[in-house]
């Protein structure tokens, strides 16, 4: 009867085990900086303390390899201007990530395991910004050669 007890006991834990062996081993972005590749559209808001509503729509295109380039229309409390930005990016297998930009500005990533779509939050003091990116269009040529071959 013990034997059985032990038996049915060690099924469970391995039944119960098993979902999340598979969920480790099977990496959503397993292509990591090369989700991300191609030119998105932009577009995101929120506050900045002391200037007040921000909102933004532009492009971003990503390289797949750890390096990015934005170009904004912002409107800063009713003022508009243009903006570029070039970053450093890293995909994570789980799917998350991180984005600092070269205006000092620092953002928390989630991309979908196809990288068609992403949401970030900016994570600087002072700041409650929000958005969403969606793929206009891959990389082609050689630079989707070089993203896609890093994994």
Not at 44 to 69: M, R
Not at 77 to 105: H, K, P, R, Y
Not at 134 to 143: A, I, K, Q
Request: glycine share 12%; proline share 3%.
């Amino acid at each position: 009867m013990r034997k059985h007890l032990a038996g049915y006991a060690l099924a469970a834990i391995t039944l119960a085990l098993v979902p999340q062996i598979l969920w480790a081993s099977d990496a959503q972005c397993s292509k990591l900086n090369a989700t991300l590749h191609g030119t998105y559209i932009v577009s995101g808001g929120g506050t900045i303390i002391g200037v007040g509503p921000v909102t933004a729509l532009g492009q971003h295109t990503w390289d797949g390899q750890g390096s990015t380039v934005a170009n904004n229309t912002i409107s800063a409390n009713g003022n508009v201007f243009l903006a570029t930005v070039t970053g450093t990016f890293t995909i994570n297998a789980d799917c998350t990530g991180s984005l600092a930009e070269s205006d000092g500005s620092h953002y928390n990533l989630v991309v979908s395991p196809d990288g068609n779509t992403l949401s970030w939050i900016e994570t600087d003091a002072g700041t409650v910004l929000s958005g969403t990116e969606v793929r206009l269009r891959p990389l082609s040529g050689e630079n989707a050669d070089r993203a896609t071959s890093k994994k």
